[in-house]
């Protein structure tokens, strides 16, 4: 969903609005102090992926932040001049992007588990308890992701 997102043509117009939000959002992470930063990353990617935890509700939901973040980086790879695809793969050179995407996963994998046991009704019981511990793995994972993405904000700042 991702990459179909960021193949979807955008205007020169569109692409600068969503490029102002995009600014807003950065420049808040940027001011704020390592701690602040990665509680905001962190508060953000964690909600979103709790919500993906949710059977049915949680997969349409996740498909649509998917889609909507490859709009993003299409609308930022346009602003520097770079094709949208070399954009998203060139995130994947940063581990906060693994991590994320890997949460995400487990999150998505677990929302259609719990799903099918809660539909053929057996086991869901059990099953809750086992969401219950792949969130808290995800949020580790999803914390630790934003702490790296905050450290390498921080470095390229302390550099530019």
């Not at 909600?47 to 949710?54: E, G, K, Q, S, Y």
């Not at 932040?65 to 998203?88: C, D, K, Q, R, W």
């Not at 809750?128 to 992701?145: E, H, K």
Request: hydrophobic share 55%; proline share 2%; aromatic share 14%.
């Amino acid at each position: 969903m991702t990459v179909a997102g960021t193949l979807t043509p955008l205007s020169a117009e569109e692409a600068a609005e969503i490029n102002r939000e995009l600014n807003k959002t950065q420049e808040l992470i940027m001011s704020a102090d390592f701690f602040h930063g990665t509680t905001m990353i962190f508060g953000n990617n964690f909600v979103l992926c709790l919500i993906f935890f949710t059977p049915i509700f949680g997969l349409i939901f996740g498909f649509g932040v998917l889609y909507n973040t490859g709009v993003v980086i299409a609308a930022e790879s346009v602003s520097i001049g770079v094709h949208p695809l070399v954009g998203l793969f060139s995130l994947f050179i940063f581990p906060f992007t693994w991590l994320e995407f890997l949460a995400y996963s487990a999150a998505f994998s677990q929302s259609i588990w719990l799903t099918y046991r809660t539909i053929k009704k057996h086991a869901w019981k059990k099953e809750l308890i086992n969401t219950c511990i792949i969130v808290s793995i995800c949020a580790v994972t999803l914390l630790a992701a934003a702490a790296i993405e905050m450290a390498i904000i921080k470095a390229l700042a302390a550099t530019a």
